[in-house]
């Protein structure tokens, strides 16, 4: 079973910039898609960020060119660097891996909160 664990989340202003980690158990990066899904309150989880065994992302439109995704396979972490930071980018940050390279979600981290506000 693999066990993912996130932080970096905190309070910023808008226009600043927050790293998030995850770090994985066990090693899966090498076999799996990993992603970053975020959820505010009375909205639905939506997909922030892919980054697949082959090297290859997908970023979520509001957050293209402000998001970055990586992965460390020898620290077996997947980081999520965010810049430029809204409001509205304010929610729980949740770090999933395994199953589809769409829509990774066979595992999943209990998230970290990221609060966007002056």
């Known amino acids: 079973q693999v066990q993912l664990v996130e932080s970096g989340g905190g309070l910023v202003q808008p226009g600043g910039s927050l790293r998030l980690s995850c770090k994985a158990s066990?090693?899966?990066?090498?076999?799996?898609?990993m992603g970053w899904y975020r959820q505010a309150p009375g909205k639905q989880r939506e997909l922030v960020a892919v980054?697949?065994?082959?090297?290859?992302?997908y970023y979520e439109p509001s957050v293209k060119g402000r998001f970055t995704i990586s992965s460390d396979n020898a620290k077996n972490t997947v980081y999520l660097r965010m810049n430029s930071l809204k409001p509205e980018d304010t929610a729980t940050y949740l770090c999933?891996?395994?199953?589809?390279?769409?829509?990774?979600?066979?595992?999943w981290g209990q998230g970290t909160q990221v609060t966007v506000s002056s």
């Open positions: 980054i697949r065994s082959s090297g290859s992302t």
């Open positions: 066990g090693s899966i990066f090498s076999d799996y898609a």
């Open positions: 999933a891996g395994g199953g589809s390279n769409w829509y990774p979600g066979d595992y």
